[in-house]
């Protein structure tokens, strides 16, 4: 059975750093891009960052550009996400989400639970 | 980046009836080498996560029920339910990924009357 589970969130002041991760099973992880959405509190789905199989290749949303980075270990099968210079408008829920094809254009075919960030003072 | 939108905004419907989901994107996604059009569907109910229910436009994926089907291309696209279920009240939400960054139209409510 694939399972994602993300784990890091919290409360953090504006400013402030976090590190998010996504352990998965259930699935060869070194195969899959993996991507992390986000969903801020009665909001919509907005993509954040995706990294491919090998870890070669990264994207980010402008609105994270800089401040966040995606990374993986496949080692442990766990994705990251290192939040810095974070903003009260970075509050919401973080997915993981697995790439469903081995390509850069690609559904989402099984998501994590979510962690929720807090960025306040 | 691709804009998606959706109509109606919400929308309630009695139990047995024909619900349609509308999707716009701002700019084609059918991707003419592959003759397939880069949209997907996800359900997403309260205090879940989402969760993939149809790919490539029309795709349904595996164990969702059939009675979930999808249609349209290159800008236009629907999300049919041809007979509600009390289970799927929940936000569908239509996105593109023909292009990065991908991109999630803003969500339709289906609600029961």
């Known amino acids: 059975e694939v399972q994602l589970v993300e784990s890091g969130g919290g409360l953090v002041q504006p400013g402030g750093s976090l590190r998010l991760s996504c352990a998965v099973s259930?699935?060869?992880?070194?195969?899959?891009?993996m991507h992390w959405v986000r969903q801020a509190p009665g909001k919509g789905l907005v993509w954040v960052s995706r990294?491919?199989?090998?870890?070669?290749?990264?994207s980010y949303a402008d609105s994270v550009k800089g401040r966040f980075t995606i990374s993986r270990d496949d080692a442990k099968n766990t994705l990251y996400l290192q939040m810095n210079s974070l903003r009260a408008d970075d509050t919401a829920v973080y997915y993981c989400?697995?790439?469903?094809?081995?390509?850069?254009?690609?559904?989402?075919?099984?998501w994590g639970q979510g962690t929720l960030v807090t960025v306040s003072s | 980046d691709i804009v998606m939108t959706q109509s109606p905004d919400s929308l309630a419907v009695s139990l047995g009836e024909r619900t349609t989901i509308n999707c716009k994107s701002s700019?084609?996604?059918?991707?003419?080498?592959?003759?397939?059009?880069?949209l997907a569907w996800y359900q997403q109910k309260p205090g879940q996560p989402p969760k993939l229910l149809i790919y490539?436009?029309?795709t349904r994926e595996s164990g969702v029920p059939d009675r979930f089907s999808g249609s349209g291309s290159g800008t236009d696209f629907t999300l049919t339910i041809s007979s509600l279920q009390a289970e799927d009240v929940a936000v569908y939400y239509c996105?593109?990924?023909?292009?990065?960054?991908?991109?999630f139209g803003p969500g339709t409510k289906v609600d029961i009357k």
């Open positions: 989400a697995r790439g469903a094809t081995g390509y850069s254009s690609s559904w989402h075919d099984n």
């Open positions: 700019q084609s996604v059918l991707y003419s080498s592959t003759n397939k059009d880069y």
């Open positions: 490539w436009a029309s």
């Open positions: 259930g699935f060869t992880f070194n195969y899959y891009w």
């Open positions: 990294i491919n199989s090998d870890g070669t290749s990264t």
């Open positions: 996105q593109q990924y023909y292009s990065t960054p991908p991109t």
